[in-house]
């Protein structure tokens, strides 16, 4: 069945070549004469086998003979190759459209559509335990949500993000959350955790933004999310930005020294680590688990 391999391949290139059109026109003629249990009338089969077996005559006559007598064996071991790759591929690209990824949910591993792993990445984060990543332990089980900052709508969604404001892979995933938190059937609550130690003191600062106006954590996370030119290790350049959303930085920075602002930080951190997190950022939508920056449409997927 070369002829099945030729209407492929000739329909490809016929796509710039007119000599090729033609090709593809006469394989096509002849898989469909073969699938009716007919005779190729146009001897494309046999021109195809003559011209290569020709060409290894000259490189090894005894590898040309061989082929030449199971030529058509060969054919549809071919074929086969090319269906079952084609069935991979197919898999591959639905669970990229679906997760992200071509291997599943949360998962790694190459993916054609994805090659550098871009969109499956995550900051670990820093932890003490010789376990690998486990997915599946990924909960929101027992964990107190309203210790975070949160945009509630009375929506019928909820949205957990789970990042960090010194990760890359966080930041590449603010877009897509910022269409989420746009949308009026979603509830929004949003938990720091400092997989950089150096953000860690950014906690207590968000937490008392909370504390002074619920919602201004909205405008503080744009900022510090979107800006490349904010040192997040400077503490001095992070209440500038409290300034810029309208909140007095001295009754900020006072309150993120106090001891129970301290305190509150350490709870929520404590609370997160129940979740089973092993990477920022990870996004809870209606308690089921992302982790990495995915699209828009991974995230879409999951409201109801």
Known sequence: MICIIALIVFSILGIFSA??????KEAFDCVFRRITFRKCESGLDIRLKSRITGRLMKRSPILASKIHRHFELISWAFIILFIVSFIYVAIGGYNYYLYGNCNGPNEDGFCIFDPLGEKSKFSETQSCSAEPPNPESLTLFNVD???FPSYDKNAENDVVFIGCYGCPYTRKAYPAIKKLLDRKDVNFVFAHFPAKESTYFISNILNCINE?????????NELIFTSDTISL???DEIFEV??????????????SYLERTHEIT????SELQKTGIYGTPTVFINGEAVVGPKPYRV??????
């Open 242 to 255: 409290v300034e810029k959303i309208g909140l007095d930085k001295k009754e900020i920075k006072h309150c």
């Open 145 to 147: 949500l309203s210790l």
């Open 212 to 220: 002074a106006d619920k919602d201004k954590f909205i405008e503080f």
């Open 19 to 24: 000599t090729h059109r033609q090709l593809a």
């Open 299 to 304: 995230y879409k997927r999951l409201l109801k």
């Open 266 to 269: 350490k709870l929520q951190m």
């Open 233 to 235: 290790k400077n503490e």
